[in-house]
């Protein structure tokens, strides 16, 4: 064998799949064994939220700017973990929209035609026409399918604004002069330009509507550097709870069962607190304060 070349391993047997698995019984209840990543996501959603909250009773308030963003000037990696949390916390949030919207496509086609209802029929024949689009288009086509109103997702003005500021942070330009806002082309679909600092004059900008939001800011961040002074646990417990409430209302407008029933059922069962729970939202602070 030639210096460098790969040495085979002993990886044990092999993986099954998830999908290989039956139902389980548990206490006379069905549950379904495949995995459904869209509660996995919002359940390390919630997880996250609940640990911004702890970081923030631990830590000091109101550190320099500098500080957060170089923290061996200040020796404590509190802030970066305490940062990953709330990212994290809004990513996987809409991760978990992401998900339901394709269970219930995916959900709809697995089914033979004959056991399709007549919802399950609408969607399933979307699903070529969906797959792959952003959420905007998923949403729509989903609530054509029960002739419903709202038709658009911006009835939604909550799970709007998670996927603009969840673009916000994946296409942050910083709104240095000269640089043009990159058009948003993420998976959330909302083609409009990235809001800058500079904008927050402006009542419909992403600033002005989180701040409408009232969700606390960020008590670590003392600069009140736009978004930054929002990226705390107010924000990923609203992000939180805007992919759970969404989601919930547009199965039950779909005649569904909400994917996250399920694991809530679950532990109420078990005498365990739903993995979905958050701390208490902490009072708004206005940022003028």
Request: proline residues 9%; negative net charge; glycine residues 8%.
């Amino acid at each position: 064998m030639g210096r460098g070349a790969p040495v085979a391993q002993d990886r044990g047997p092999q993986l099954r799949h998830a999908l290989d698995f039956d139902d389980v019984t548990i206490d006379g209840r069905a549950w379904a064994a495949r995995p459904r990543f869209a509660e996995t996501h919002l359940e390390s959603a919630a997880f996250e939220a609940r640990r911004a909250y702890a970081l923030e009773q631990k830590l000091p308030p109101g550190p320099k700017y500098e500080e957060q963003y170089y923290p061996d000037l200040r020796g404590d990696d509190g802030y970066i973990e305490h940062r990953a949390c709330v990212t994290g916390a809004l990513f996987c949030a809409v991760a978990a929209i992401e998900g339901a919207l394709s269970a219930l496509y995916v959900d709809a086609v697995a089914k033979s035609p004959s056991s399709r209802t007549p919802v399950e029929r609408d969607l399933a024949a979307e699903w070529d026409g969906v797959c792959g689009k952003p959420i905007p288009v998923k949403v729509t086509a989903a609530l054509r399918a029960v002739n419903a109103r709202p038709k658009h997702l911006a009835s939604w003005p909550n799970t709007e604004n998670l996927l603009r500021l969840r673009n916000l942070l994946t296409h942050f330009t910083g709104g240095s002069a000269g640089v043009r806002a990159e058009p948003d082309t993420s998976p959330a679909g909302l083609v409009q330009p990235i809001p800058a600092p500079a904008e927050s004059a402006n009542p419909t900008s992403l600033e002005s509507i989180l701040h409408g939001t009232g969700f606390a800011l960020n008590p670590l961040e003392a600069a009140r550097v736009f978004p930054f002074a929002y990226l705390g646990y107010g924000c990923a417990a609203w992000a939180v709870k805007s992919s759970q409430g969404f989601i919930d209302e547009l199965y039950s407008r779909l005649g569904e069962r909400s994917p996250f029933a399920d694991t809530e059922e679950y532990a109420q069962r078990r005498n365990l607190p739903s993995p979905f729970t958050l701390r208490p939202l902490p009072l708004a602070v206005d940022p003028a304060s």
